[in-house]
């Protein structure tokens, strides 16, 4: 790397520790109604540009994983950080406890929410911008100019038209004293941010039926050959996978005529085959172009697979 190159960075890491703090207040996780990755999209080509635009660095819930943040710092960043943009789409129950905190402090919020959800009652007074859910391009870019001019005239505007506590007029929540965590509270709290982790993972899995990840990791000596190693493997994948492949949904029943042909595992793209198990617990790899596709008929039926 070349001199230049090292002062270039350098200005880079000084402008960005220089820039105002957003909080993003979102869904993290998938939900059942919504495609895959939605709000990953939604950060990635909206809200991040829209306050990288305004001049202000954005910090989400899930920079945990680069930053080593646990809960309690998570929640001093939604007190702390200069501004907050709330998402308020598919009404997620844990964006309202983060707005909620936030209000509490009387802190400056920007609130969104995406075309297909209904205004929320207890905040419907409230003024907050509208993005189209699809995401197209012509009408992200025009969306990414607006949420900067709200950044911007929210930060600097000298009362919050989004304020409970003004619109109350009662005094916010003050924090008086602040104490360093010991070492022992901090094991405490990373032990509970982990908790949280595995539960947020439990309900997305719920919410999906049953979701987990085979194929991607699959070779021949690899291809399980009874029920108890496709279980492992399913649980292997679904507990360690750190890629973002599309969504599969386990448990759904074939029947051959009148008879159980076996649950829908995957599609196997290596093979070209979709791969069952078998009432008797026998793996099936069926050819969709195959002259015994044709008797397969589907029943979206919803199970757990291995329970």
């Not at 001199?3 to 200005?11: A, Q, R, V």
């Not at 070492?183 to 990373?190: G, L, N, R, V």
């Amino acid at each position: 790397m070349t001199e230049k190159s090292n002062e270039t960075k350098k200005i880079s890491i000084i402008d960005k520790t220089q820039l105002k703090t957003c909080f993003v207040i979102m869904p993290i996780a998938d939900i059942a109604s919504y495609d895959s990755g939605h709000f990953h999209r939604v950060y990635q080509h909206l809200i991040k540009p829209a306050c990288e635009l305004a001049g202000f660095h954005p910090i989400r819930a899930d920079d945990v994983n680069s930053s080593n943040m646990i809960v309690v710092d998570i929640l001093k960043k939604i007190i702390e950080c200069d501004l907050a943009i709330c998402d308020l789409s598919a009404r997620n129950p844990n964006v309202l406890y983060e707005l909620g905190l936030r209000q509490a402090f009387n802190k400056k919020t920007v609130l969104i929410k995406d075309s297909i959800t209904e205004s929320i009652f207890d905040v419907q007074g409230f003024r907050y911008a509208q993005y189209d859910n699809t995401l197209r391009i012509d009408n992200v870019k025009n969306e990414i100019s607006k949420l900067a001019n709200a950044l911007n005239e929210t930060y600097e505007s000298k009362t919050d038209i989004n304020s409970i506590v003004q619109l109350l007029q009662i005094e916010p929540a003050k924090i008086d004293n602040k104490t360093e965590l010991s070492d022992s509270d901090t094991i405490i709290f990373q032990a509970i941010n982990e908790l949280t982790k595995k539960v947020e993972n439990i309900n997305q899995r719920q919410n999906n039926y049953y979701a987990g990840y085979i194929s991607p990791y699959f070779d021949k000596n690899t291809i399980p050959t009874n029920f108890a190693e496709l279980k492992n493997l399913v649980t292997f994948y679904d507990d360690a996978r750190e890629v973002d492949f599309p969504q599969s949904y386990f448990g759904d029943l074939y029947y051959k005529g009148s008879l159980p042909f076996g649950k829908f595992i995957e599609h196997d793209p290596k093979l070209e085959k979709d791969v069952f198990v078998s009432p008797s617990g026998e793996i099936l790899y069926l050819s969709k172009n195959s002259d015994e596709a044709k008797t397969i008929s589907r029943f979206s039926i919803k199970n757990n697979l291995g329970s």
